[in-house]
Each structure stands twice: as C-alpha cells, then as structure tokens.
C-alpha cells in the first residue's frame, strides 16, 4: 500500500496502523484495514523510517486513527513473550496534536 493509497482508505474508514521495529536501526509500517492488511511501500518496496516522527508526520498527513507500536525487546528474546502477547510488545500511541 502506497501512502496515496492509505490516505485514500483512510478516508473511507478507520484504520490501525502498526509501527513495527524489531530492534533493527528502523521501522516498518503495517496498515490494518477491515478488508486488508499491507505494509507501506513506494516503488514496490517496504518502506523504512528512521525515527517515529517520520512516521508521525507521514500518519498525520495521511489521517490514520488508531496507531500502536509493536516493538521487540530483549526480556521478549530471553524470557519469552508473556501467554498471548504474540512476538512483539505492543504500546498504544496517541500523539499530541488531533488532526480528526
């Protein structure tokens, strides 16, 4: 899904987006939909930001509802994940400024 893509879906309906590090240098972005499920891409490819307020700015821009940040960290790597937190840890985002 293209960001001109998801401004569009967005829209239409509330969507979630998952920002998603595994503890690499950047993070992805997973948009959830009520009929799909896609990662953010320009020119077919996966598209990786550096920092949450690029991320930010782009999910501003584009009007997105609900934002989570699905994050690996190491007490996951050694311990294991808590009974049904699935791979990641997951933290509920608000950002300061309203923009619906």
Not at 1 to 14: C, I, Q
Request: proline residues 3%.
């Amino acid at each position: 899904m293209t960001p001109l893509e998801l401004s569009r879906l967005a829209a239409r309906e509330d969507v979630q987006a998952n920002i998603i590090s595994d503890g690499q240098h950047d993070y992805v972005v997973e948009i959830v939909g009520r009929a799909q499920t896609a990662l953010l891409r320009k020119r077919g490819r996966v598209m990786r930001f550096r920092s949450l307020s690029e991320v930010h700015t782009l999910l501003r821009r584009s009007r997105v509802a609900v934002t989570v940040l699905k994050q690996r960290v190491a007490h996951d790597e050694a311990c294991g994940p808590a009974e049904g937190a699935g791979l990641f840890s997951m933290l509920p985002l608000r950002f300061a400024d309203k923009w619906r």
